[in-house]
Structure formats: C-alpha cells, structure tokens
C-alpha cells in the first residue's frame, strides 16, 4: 500500500502540472528540447558518478565482491524497489541476497552487509544538514525548520551512535535477537505442513542463536577493519547525489541559486527522504525540492525542472540500468571463481 502511494503521489504532480499548471510543464518541455544535446553529457556523468559510488559502498560494505558485481547488486535491487508497486523493496532484497549467494559469499557477511548499508547511510544522511547547518544555527540565521533539522540530526545521530555501540560491544541485544529467531523457528516448524519437507529442513537446520552471534562479530570486524573505507563511501554517495541535483540545475540554466543555497536544499531534502514511509520518499521528495528551491528564489519554472531532472537521475534511470544488469546477470553462468 506504501509503495501504491508513492505511485499515486507521482501521478498526482503530474497531473497538477498537465490540468493547474499546464503553462509550466509546456514551458519546461521547450525549454529541454530547445538545449543542444552536448548538453546533456554533463548529465551523463553525473549518473554514472553516482552509480559508481553507490556501486563502492556496497563494496566497501560487502568483503568478498568487486566494484562490478556491487553496481550489478545495488542497480538491480533499486529497480526492484522503485519498479515493483508491492514489495518492491523485500524483491530488491531477496534479488541482493541471491546474487551474493551465488557468488559464494557467506551469510554471515550478506547480513552484515545489509544490515551496514542500512545503518551507515542514515548517519551521513543526518549529518549533512547539522554539517551545512550549524553555522546558521549557531548565528541566529537559520529558519525554524533548519533549526528543527539540526537538532533532529544531532539527537538521531548521538543516540544511534550510542545505541550502536552498546549493541556491538555486548552480546545481549544479539543474543536477544536470537532467542526471538530461536522461538520464531519453533513456531513454523508446528505450522509448516509435513508436506513441505525441504521448506521445514531448512528451518530445522537454522541456527539463530549462532547466527545472530557471527552477525555481531561480523559488524565488529568489518567496522574495526573497514569504517573508514565505509565511512568516506558514504559521503561519496551523498557527494555523488548532490552533483546529480547541481549538474540539473546547470543543465537547465537556472538563475538565481547559488552553492551553497543548493546543498542546504539537498540536505534537507535528504531529511524528508529519510522520514518519509514511502521507499525513495516518491512524490514526498518531489514536492519538497522544488519549495525549497522556491524558498531560496528560484523560480516555479526552475525548481520543477531542476526538480525533474534530478529524480529521473537518481529514481528512474535506476530503473532502467538495474533491469539491463539484470537481463545481462541472468544470462550468465557466473560464479564465485570470478570474484576477485
């Protein structure tokens, strides 16, 4: 239903735009097919820069796969969870798993790497804005919602930091986890039918107690070993996301945004992304960039465009790049001998 929403929020601006503001869209539309298409390289580059850092924090989060097979993971499971109406997200997932499987990764390392490209980003995410924002704050030239945005940062940033330590330095929220799995197993053991051996083998076999255990020791070692790798790979993410939305603007010759008004848009653009319940913040994220380049002057014309352009680099060319990686990974008899 989330995703169903995402979905409908998009149809929604697009419709305003086509029925309210026709005179917009008609004006952004000209003014796109009016750019000579050298134009457009710059465009280019900055989606295959943000491919290849996404691509390097998988990697720098994944020990055991290379920067070609981390692109072909992480664009596969975005198509997935921008594609698919339902469960978009649990198919990326489960596509990401398959693929680490396959190229003989253990699962010890495959939670860690998930549950790392899960909690990693969120601290780089909240940080950008109290980064970009706390000088304002600190003079008294922040709006209320910029004050609200650093404050918000540095309260989720202090707690899960702590929250985090404590987990990776004693066992017990691990073993915790591992009691539940423990009691969860039993459950479906009773409820899976004698007719399904091989599901309800597989389930014997589990050992969640012992998983769990190997999670946590994973997530100590690969932080010990890799979190300054890990760390710079996702400020190279956020880098890549903001070039994205600054070659847009560019592209589409907008007047009257500077620098450093761009990153405080992006950053608290990132906010709203990072609490909406709608996977990649669709319709949320647009809605909100283009007030934010509207409150720092920029015209409703630029903002759309800029807008436009932003999110077809970022939410619809993963779409297409992730379903050709797909087709290409699907044809091939790859396996864990190719990885270097």
């Not at 919602?145 to 940062?153: C, F, P, Q, R, S």
């Not at 960039?289 to 993963?318: C, H, K, M």
């Amino acid at each position: 239903m989330r995703k169903a929403m995402g979905c409908l929020l998009i149809l929604a601006i697009v419709v305003s735009l086509a029925v309210v503001q026709r005179s917009v869209l008609f004006d952004i539309w000209q003014r796109l097919i009016d750019l000579p298409v050298i134009s457009f390289f710059p465009l280019a580059v900055a989606a295959v820069v943000m491919i290849v850092a996404r691509g390097a924090f998988l990697a720098a989060c994944s020990p055991g796969i290379n920067l070609r097979h981390a692109i072909t993971a992480d664009q596969t499971a975005l198509a997935a969870g921008y594609g698919i109406a339902l469960g978009g997200g649990l198919v990326g997932t489960g596509t990401r798993i398959h693929m680490f499987t396959r190229w003989g990764l253990p699962h010890s390392t495959i939670a860690t790497s998930i549950v790392a490209t899960a909690v990693v980003p969120s601290f780089s995410t909240w940080g950008l804005p109290v980064a970009v924002l706390a000088v304002p704050v600190v003079v008294g030239t922040a709006t209320s919602t910029e004050v609200l945005a650093v404050v918000a940062g540095v309260l989720i940033i202090v707690f899960s930091g702590a929250f985090w330590w404590a987990a990776l330095r004693s066992p017990f929220l691990f073993a915790l986890l591992g009691r539940f799995a423990s009691w969860a197993r039993l459950v479906m053991t009773r409820k899976v039918s004698p007719r399904f051996a091989r599901t309800r083998a597989i389930i014997e076999r589990s050992q969640p107690v012992e998983f769990f255990e190997e999670m946590r020791t994973g997530l100590t070692e690969l932080l010990r070993r890799r979190w300054g790798v890990i760390f710079l790979a996702s400020l190279g993410t956020l880098a890549a996301g903001f070039c994205c939305m600054w070659t847009a603007s560019v592209v589409f010759e907008v007047s009257g945004l500077t620098f450093s008004e761009a990153l405080v848009a992006f950053s608290l653009v990132r906010v709203v992304i990072a609490l909406s319940p709608i996977p990649g913040a669709v319709g949320l994220a647009e809605l909100g960039l283009i007030a934010l380049l509207e409150q720092a002057g920029v015209s409703l014309i630029d903002a759309t465009g800029t807008t436009l352009l932003y999110r077809f680099l970022t939410w619809f060319l993963p779409m297409i790049v992730g379903s050709l990686l797909w087709w290409q990974y699907s044809r091939t008899d790859e396996t864990v001998k190719s990885v270097a």
